[in-house]
């Protein structure tokens, strides 16, 4: 690897710190609710946070539309994402007494994160070969789950002291937006021959197969902080919530660090056997409720699905995305319009259904989701041994 891969590289490893924000929230969830907006129910204050994930895909299609007509670069716009982020942290101090305040905050998270994060993913994919991308986007996952721990313990402690705490995190992006101004590459979007158009533009339709899989993914993953510090409320605060989001993150570091390993080894199948261990993670989480060595030991476990499931997802979109000309839309589609899609959908769901179903009760809302999981496991399994069957067929 040259000089500037590496440059890039380790300017991708340190956006990589900031580009999971939300972790910073998710700890003061239940403080949001009897503190902040008292009137407002669970269901909405998750889904208020989860708007942010709405936000990210429109932003992503309009910054893909951007960079592929050479109306701006990459670079511009994650310099943008960055600065927004720190400008978010400055609208918390003053815009904080009104349900619309909090809205606002979280859309401004959410446009942020669909500039920056598709973005560079788009820098990954033009710049580094296949069996980079696979090291690199295990690395960036363990990166992203280590900052996450960071993130959600001094998110939740400083939601002890006010409930918009966690939003005042986001000063890191200024910090990092310089980094990123002085080792980012600037250049344009590659124009696409006329005369291939037609052919060069279309994307392989098995792109949306691994998209649909991190959409369900993140509807399941999402449940598991977002009702976090409501289901130990007996037992703990935000500060407590916190350190339960660390666990959550912690698990992504490890498993990072062995992506690129089981990865090469399981192909598709580990995203199977990872879901049985999220599975595996709800169930005891459900049964845990009082017990907070075992609430944390079952975050754990569901974390480790993060650094499989979706840094996989992405290399294999990244050797299906072979041309330049449709790579960013690729990008902007696997790595921020469906999982944005499934963190938005996943309150409007699942705390929606569980709730006409069994009340509030969080137990039951993560035994519901680990039923759902392990039929998404199941299903996986049997598209993958299909595939194989067909492939070596």
């Known amino acids: 690897m040259d000089k500037q891969k590496k440059k890039l590289m380790w300017a991708i490893y340190i956006v990589a710190l900031i580009e999971m924000p939300g972790f910073a929230l998710t700890p003061g969830i239940n403080q949001m609710k009897t503190t902040a907006f008292p009137e407002m129910s669970l269901a909405l204050i998750q889904t208020g946070l989860a708007l942010a994930s709405l936000a990210q895909p429109v932003t992503a299609f309009c910054t893909a539309l951007l960079v592929n007509r050479r109306i701006a670069t990459k670079k511009m716009v994650i310099l943008f994402g960055l600065c927004l982020l720190a400008a978010d942290a400055v609208l918390a101090l003053y815009l904080n007494s009104q349900f619309w305040h909090f809205i606002l905050l979280n859309i401004v998270m959410g446009v942020m994160i669909g500039c920056v994060h598709p973005n560079m993913f788009g820098l990954m994919f033009d710049n580094f070969e296949p069996h980079e991308r696979q090291a690199i986007a295990g690395y960036q996952s363990a990166i992203i789950n280590g900052a996450g721990i960071a993130m959600g313990v001094i998110g939740g402690l400083l939601a002890t002291l006010m409930w918009y705490g966690g939003y005042l995190v986001f000063f890191a992006g200024l910090p990092v937006a310089v980094i990123v101004f002085f080792t980012v590459p600037n250049y344009w979007a590659p124009v696409a021959d006329r005369s291939v158009k037609k052919t060069s533009a279309r994307i392989n339709p098995k792109i949306f197969y691994y998209c649909a899989v991190t959409l369900i993914f993140m509807m399941v993953y999402t449940a598991c902080a977002s009702n976090l510090s409501t289901h130990i409320q007996g037992i703990g605060n935000s500060a407590t919530a916190g350190i339960g989001t660390a666990f959550l993150m912690g698990g992504g570091v490890v498993a990072g660090l062995l992506f690129n390993k089981l990865s ?106 680990g039923a759902v999981v392990i039929v998404f496991a199941a299903v996986v399994a049997v598209v993958t041994f299909v595939s194989g069957r067909k492939q070596v067929a």
Not at 285 to 307: D, E, K, M, Y
Not at 342 to 360: D, H, K, Q, R
């Open 264 to 369: 090469k080894k399981f192909d598709d199948y580990a995203i199977s056997i990872s879901l049985c261990i999220v599975f595996i993670g709800y169930i005891v989480l459900s049964l845990s409720q009082h017990s907070l060595p075992l609430v944390f030991a079952s975050v754990f476990l569901v974390g480790t699905s993060l650094s499989f499931v979706m840094p996989h997802c992405i290399f294999k979109v990244s050797t299906l995305a072979t041309d330049k000309s449709n790579s960013q839309m690729a990008a902007a589609l696997i790595t921020t319009v469906t999982p944005a899609t499934g963190s938005f959908l996943s309150p409007v769901i699942f705390t929606n259904i569980t709730t006409a179903l069994f009340g509030e009760s969080t137990v039951a809302r993560y035994q519901f989701i």
